[in-house]
């Protein structure tokens, strides 16, 4: 499963719960989704873990997001599901804007 379709399954499940009364404070999503990683993201998990705060739950999909980018462009040129989402998302924020001073 992808990530984003993994943190779809998650927020469905949290919107679930709420939907009968059980609220999920965002450090419970956040410490969840961590922990149904996996073994492949055990030094990304740690890297979350040990962090002074927790990030959010939309924060932490995008550095999920960005992760799988990173192992999958050091292991090959492919692109995946996650890479178009991001880079969807991300247009238009100005970079490689020349402004003149």
């Not at 943190?7 to 919107?15: A, E, F, H, R, Y």
């Not at 073994?39 to 040990?50: G, N």
């Not at 999920?64 to 599901?81: A, C, H, W």
């Amino acid at each position: 499963m992808n990530i984003i379709d993994y943190s779809t399954k998650v927020k469905n499940l949290v919107d679930a719960l709420a939907s009968i009364g059980a609220l999920v404070d965002d450090e419970d999503l956040v410490a969840v989704t961590l922990n149904g990683l996996g073994k492949d993201y055990s030094q990304f998990h740690i890297s979350i873990v040990v962090r002074e705060t927790f990030p959010n739950f939309q924060d932490l999909i995008t550095l999920l997001i960005s992760e799988k980018m990173r192992v999958v462009g050091t292991s090959s040129n492919g692109g995946t599901q996650e890479s178009a989402f991001y880079s969807n998302s991300n247009k238009s924020k100005g970079r490689g804007v020349k402004t003149s001073f």
